[in-house]
Nanobody, 120 residues
Framework: QVQLVESGGGLVQPGGSLRLSCAAS????????MGWYRQAPGKQRELVAI???????NYADSVKGRFTISRDNAENTVFLQMNSLKPEDTAVYYC??????????????WGKGTLVTVSS
């Protein structure tokens, strides 16, 4: 079993910053791609940013230049630094991690989500 624990969400004013964290634990042999997705009220879940095991990154156009994804491989943790936040960034943010377990299976795992609210 693999568990993902997210933290760092909250209420922030427009223009402010937040840093999300997602720590993976359990039967982990290796981790491939790690990413963040978000789902705003009434909208579909969308990709925010992903980072490969080699450190390559990809961002949604709406967050380029404002958000930075990073990872700590030793701690099996992925981060999302969010700057210059806008009201339209308000959403539940979910981390997604591709894990290869000791049994040899590779599967995606989702966190339970953390709410980010950008409002004055």
């Amino acid at each position: 079993q693999v568990q993902l624990v997210e933290s760092g969400g909250g209420l922030v004013q427009p223009g402010g910053s937040l840093r999300l964290s997602c720590a993976a634990s359990g039967s982990i042999f290796s981790i491939n791609t790690m990413g963040w997705y978000r789902q705003a009220p009434g909208k579909q879940r969308e990709l925010v940013a992903i980072i490969t095991s080699g450190g390559s990154t990809n961002y949604a156009d709406s967050v380029k230049g404002r958000f930075t994804i990073s990872r700590d491989n030793a701690e099996n943790t992925v981060f999302l630094q969010m700057n210059s936040l806008k009201p339209e960034d308000t959403a539940v943010y979910y981390c997604n991690v591709d894990v290869r377990t000791y049994r040899g299976c590779t599967s995606p795992y989702w966190g339970k989500g953390t709410l980010v609210t950008v409002s004055s």
